[in-house]
């Protein structure tokens, strides 16, 4: 049998212990604050990389971009994938046997309708997004194109 009794174990003291509690909550407090400003989609910027893959979505069902078929990208593209209060522009380039193509810079206006006037480049603020994709041309031939995504702010 032991010779120890209950009254003869350690306690903490009530300050040591508040002290204690009150340093765990400023950690947590902090490290909040800290992953905050690190996670994406939690600042300001245009939601760049986001919109481009909604984009590439609608336009590369099965992973293909068909440019027979979609000769025209707006139609593709469903007008609920794109981030409301933004511009977005979306561009498709690709060769074919008579050099570069492109199928047409498609601009959407903030509310998500097609600019008519916006077919331009984009403005030197937007952000842009430039990613390979495949293109087939014809059946049985596919060609490596881009697709280029800019998002900015009115």
């Known amino acids: 049998m032991s ?6 174990r350690g306690q903490t003291e009530p300050i040591a212990a508040l002290f ?8 947590i407090t902090t490290y909040g604050g800290v992953l905050t ?6 600042s300001d910027r245009a939601p760049t ?3 481009a ?5 609608e ?19 469903d007008h609920s994938v794109l981030p409301r209060g933004f511009s977005v522009s979306v561009d498709v380039t690709y060769r074919t046997g008579d050099g570069r193509k492109s199928d047409g810079r498609v601009v959407y206006t903030p509310d998500g309708n097609t600019d008519a006037y916006g077919s331009g480049e984009p403005p030197e603020r937007a952000d842009v997004l430039v990613r390979p994709i495949p293109v ?12 280029s995504v800019a998002v900015w702010k009115r």
Do not use: F, H, K, N
Not at 3 to 8: G, T
Not at 20 to 27: E, K, P, Q
Not at 37 to 42: A, C, D, K, S, V
């Open 49 to 51: 990389d986001a919109t």
């Open 59 to 77: 336009l590369g069902g099965d992973g293909v971009y068909d440019a027979g078929t979609l000769s025209d990208p707006s139609g593709a593209i």
């Open 20 to 27: 204690a509690v009150v340093l765990v909550a400023i950690a």
């Open 37 to 42: 400003e690190l996670l994406p989609g939690q």
């Open 3 to 8: 010779s120890w009794s209950r009254c003869d």
């Open 136 to 147: 087939r041309i014809a059946p049985g031939v596919v060609e490596s194109g881009r697709l």
């Open 53 to 57: 893959e909604r984009v590439w979505d």
